[in-house]
């Protein structure tokens, strides 16, 4: 049992760090769940790509470098730790791209792939409906079969940053007599540009537009967009289900870099004799450590061929809890600042408007801004909700890690 | 990169188990309380045997350590079995004795270890900031009292305290007896034997949070109300959901506090032991909350053994000083 790294993994490990301060912004991007920062998000895309580090875990043919799980933990350490901009791709890089890998055609790879590397094609996912959420698999949004591919009707919801991106991925009934809700579903990619989509944005708790519903109204896709067998939806859905609350959708190193912000504006700002702030601060700490040793043993397992199953929803549960917490703590440690913090984008009497807001975040005064806690506060606030409800994940865990009998939900 | 345990790590924790429970530590724990020691003397001799007092202690000093992770491996299991007696202070001692003799005074080691190392002797001690009191000290043959630059061998103890956890009862030390080292040396050797007590307390509390939950889990699936088993209704699944997380993520700071104490990086490792101690033990006390809740008034009864488990985890959380204290060190580092 050791957690040293290879001669190769500290090779890694330096080169990424060398180009991370040779590259991320000195400042800040604007707000990811704005039209202006998702632009330039994507660009920062670009930039990653040029030089392979967009998706160092992908094989180098896609545009990443065949980096092992442990020299991916090694990225991200290094990637949030220099402050790097947030990952407009991700939806696509830690959803759609495991599942390609897994059910995709070597054609559907290579044409969907390369540009989901460079940014230049933004993806968001289209799993829910106004009345399938925690229960997706009684969704209704049909995929009908036409020559040559499928028409696509009904509507999705609560699309992250689906108002920006180019294209989507989702389920979709496909055999309406299938005997039971979970077959006959079939896993299908479309262009949000295409017609008979309608994006309509929503305005998330702070009125920015980080997701959207989709009408759609007789869309075609081609069979070539469909992956996996026709029917098989909700199987190939669920493998990558499993990566989104895994190690893929957040990785220690954020919330490593995280609370080592938290401590330095604890540092900068706290009454050393508040104990019981510093109580909070030191379990967020504690937290961040957990998780990154949880990882490196999972990712040893992994390595070790061992299976990761049902463990990803102690995760899932376990950093979106976290995120939350930490956040809470640093606003605590602000007082009023904390408050403030998320209003200095806006003017007074001009709140975000209803979800099109186009009002830009200004550059955070130091690394321990109120504005930036702000922001995450209410991004971290979403972590139990999405990629599976905590509800949901206490479930499997309960059923599949602990063996208790099934129940009505 | 190999954070996981490997086989003879995994074989030796299974080993552990095996003999543990041919031992009916728990009937030895539930005569502990009783103040009947015989059982727990052969299960601590054993132990020895097994080589578990071993771990704390170099070759040079009857040992096979120093070996952080086995111990941790050891102490889970010990958690787990409720088994009583000093036995993290008998680790911590054979720590600190040898810690000692290393530095330069070899006497102590050479009296004491043979015994302790073997399992034919336990010993206790008190660790300045840990709190005053020893455990089990009217059993124990060697009493420690390390802290302020100063290792003294007590000559005695005041009266024998009863704890919440019937298992353990604390004891001062008295005053006086014979000073076996001073100043730094002291002071090295007793931060050394706490790193191993709370080590081994960390270890213990995981192993006793993972013995709530799977005696819930097992009660739970099996106690029938309103016609299915209560194990299948959404409250009770989350509660011992939430403990599967506590302990899941707790248990990956206990180890890689146990690499970081043998790799000797020693601020690393400070900081470490300060978060599994404080992670394992409010994980551990969690699981002692929603296995009394889960168990209904059943767990309430002196006669069910889980409370051989409640009444420890609520008496760990506490041990080497208040969990303000862990967590202070693990924001300044001191």
Known sequence: ?409 | MRFLLDDEQRAFARSLDGMLTAADTTAAARAWAAGEHAAGFAVRRRLGAAGVFALAAPEAYEGVGPLPVETAVAFVELGRHAAPGPLVETVAAVALLSRLAELGVPEPAKRSLPGLVGGETSATLTLTGSGPYALDADVAAVLLAAGDAEVRLAPGHADVRTSLDPARRLARLLPGGEVVASGDTADTAAGWALDWAALATAAQCLGVGYALLDRTVAYVKGRTQFGVPVGSFQAVKHRLADVLVGLEFARPLVFGAAVSLRDGDRSAARVDLAAAKVASGEAAYGAARAALQLHGALGYTAEYDLSLWLLKARALRGAWGGVGRWRERVVTGG
């Open chain 1, 1 to 409: 049992m050791d957690l040293e790294f290879s001669a190769a993994e500290t090779e890694f490990r330096r080169r990424a760090r060398a180009w991370l301060a040779a590259h991320v912004p000195p400042r800040p991007l604007p707000s990811l769940e704005t039209e202006e920062g998702f632009a330039a998000h994507r660009a920062w895309e670009g930039e990653l790509a040029a030089d392979r580090w967009s998706v160092v875990s992908w094989p180098e043919e896609y545009g990443g470098r065949g980096a092992g799980i442990v020299e991916w933990l090694v990225f991200e350490e290094e990637y949030h730790a220099a402050g790097a901009p947030g990952r407009v791709s991700q939806n696509g890089i830690s959803l759609l791209a495991p599942t390609l890998f897994d059910f995709g055609t070597p054609e559907q790879r290579a044409r969907v792939l390369p540009p989901m590397a460079r940014g230049e094609v933004v993806w968001a996912q289209a799993w829910s409906e106004p009345e399938a959420g925690s229960d997706l698999a009684s969704l209704r949004s049909t995929a009908r079969r036409v020559s040559g591919g499928w028409l696509l009707n009904g509507q999705k919801t609560w699309s992250s940053r689906a108002a920006f991106a180019d294209r989507a991925f989702g389920l979709f009934r496909s055999d309406p007599d299938a005997d039971r809700p979970h077959r006959g579903l079939t896993y299908l990619m479309f262009p949000l540009d295409a017609a008979g989509v309608t994006v309509r944005p929503i305005g998330r708790i702070d009125g920015k537009p980080a997701f959207a519903e989709l009408f759609l109204d007789d869309v075609f896709v081609p069979d070539e967009d469909v992956i996996g067998e026709p029917g098989q939806g909700w199987r190939i859905a669920m493998a990558t289900t499993g990566a989104e609350r895994g190690l893929t959708l957040r990785s220690p190193g954020r919330f490593l870099a995280t609370a080592d912000r938290l401590v330095r504006a604890w540092h900068a700002h706290a009454d050393p004799s508040d104990t019981a702030l510093r109580d909070r601060v030191a379990d967020a700490v504690i937290g961040a450590r957990a998780y990154q040793l949880f990882a490196w043993a999972n990712a040893s397992r992994f390595e070790a061929g061992e299976p990761i199953g049902a463990e990803s929803s102690l995760n899932k549960v376990f950093w979106s809890e976290y995120d939350i917490g930490v956040h809470e703590t640093a606003l605590d440690l602000l007082g009023v600042e904390g408050e403030l913090g998320g209003a200095e984008g806006a003017v007074a009497g001009q709140p975000w408007p209803d979800g099109q807001g186009q009002a830009t975040r200004p550059v955070p005064l130091s690394p321990t801004s109120p504005t930036d806690w702000t922001e995450g506060y209410v991004f971290a606030l979403a972590g139990p909700i999405y990629a599976g409800t905590n509800e949901i994940q206490r479930d499997i865990i309960a059923e599949r890690l602990l063996g208790l009998p099934k129940g009505r939900r």
